[in-house]
């Protein structure tokens, strides 16, 4: 009998409650709670499926991609996350736990999930996060029947950060010939689909270290700018309390493909949840935005 995911607990509800409203305000020191308190509850979420870790997609050290593979896979969609981390942070394995529960959450719903590490800022400037993407894309269409998955649907999920560099790979025609379809669909969690240095941002500096500041440059690094009819079908999630701006460039990509495609796209709005939470809460009893990705990776419109 297959394990049951852990609820959120009130007391888990009541801190991102208490937090949420002044998010913005400290972002890490909060960012680094969810962490925290989220991988104590997940540490007792299921884990089904089979792991094959630390496998190279380039020459970096950092392009390192990790499969998680469901119990009976067989022409399975896959989807390959990408993670956060403002363009100069972050890692495949957060922690123990967190960015491992979205794979295992789409592993026991039947999904192949890629958890995909990408080179840094500022050492690795623009384009480069895409054309990780680009490269570990290629390597799991090359690599999908070995696992047990299907290379012609390949979702590809971007949370913050990594949803730029996902949005840009599937959308920018740099990546591939005009008009080819690399992916079955993109997922954006949370996603600095528009690069700015708004004072309203406190990442700003982060933004400029992967960018740079001019503003031609943070234009033709802004995915929104790339949306046509052609994209592919996009889904969207954010929370209630996100880092300043990320909601109002997830809005401004939710319009720009509605009228692109004269058809409003998928979006899922959690309340109550805060920037990270939007993700870290995979794998729980929690399953409204999992369940919005299962239907849309099995119809996407």
């Known amino acids: 009998m297959s394990k049951a995911p852990p609820a959120i607990p009130q007391s888990l509800h009541d801190l991102m409650a208490e937090i949420g409203p002044k ?3 400290n972002i890490r020191p909060h960012a680094m709670l969810m962490f925290e308190r989220f991988s104590e509850l997940l540490a007792g979420a299921p884990k089904e499926g089979s792991l094959t870790r630390e496998i190279a997609y380039g020459s970096h050290p ?16 896959i989807v390959l996350f990408v993670h956060g981390g403002a ?14 529960n979205v794979a295992w959450y789409f592993a026991r719903n039947g999904v192949l999930c890629v958890n995909t590490e990408y080179r840094l800022a500022p050492e690795f400037k623009y384009p480069a996060g895409s054309e990780d993407i680009a490269a570990a894309t290629a390597w799991v269409r090359a690599n999908a029947a070995r696992f047990g998955g299907d290379a012609k649907r390949i979702f590809v999920m971007g ?18 010939a005009v008009g080819e379809r690399r992916v079955a669909g993109l997922i ?16 700003a500096p982060k933004v400029a270290a992967y960018y740079g500041d001019d503003l031609q440059a943070l234009e033709r690094g802004s995915v929104v700018n790339y949306v046509n009819p052609s994209c592919p079908p996009t889904l969207i999630g954010i929370a209630e309390y996100e880092n300043p701006l990320l909601d109002l460039h997830c809005a401004e990509l939710f319009h720009r493909l509605a009228q692109a495609k004269r058809r409003a796209p998928r979006i899922v709005r959690l309340a109550g949840f805060n920037h990270t939470a939007n993700i870290a809460h995979f794998n729980t009893a929690e399953e409204r935005l999992g369940r919005e990705i299962l239907e849309f990776i099995r119809k996407p419109s």
Do not use: C, I
């Not at 950092?62 to 969609?77: E, G, W």
């Not at 949370?159 to 591939?176: E, I, K, T, W």
């Not at 954006?188 to 990442?203: I, K």
């Open 23 to 25: 998010w913005g305000t």
């Open 62 to 77: 950092r392009q390192v991609l990790d499969v998680y593979a469901p119990l009976a896979s067989a022409n399975a969609p």
């Open 87 to 100: 363009f100069v942070d972050g890692v495949k394995d957060r922690t123990s736990e967190v960015y491992s």
């Open 159 to 176: 949370h913050s950060a990594g949803a730029a560099h996902a949005g840009l790979y599937a959308y920018d025609p740099r990546f591939g």
């Open 188 to 203: 954006v969690l949370s996603g600095r689909v528009r690069a700015e240095m708004l004072p309203e941002n406190p990442n």
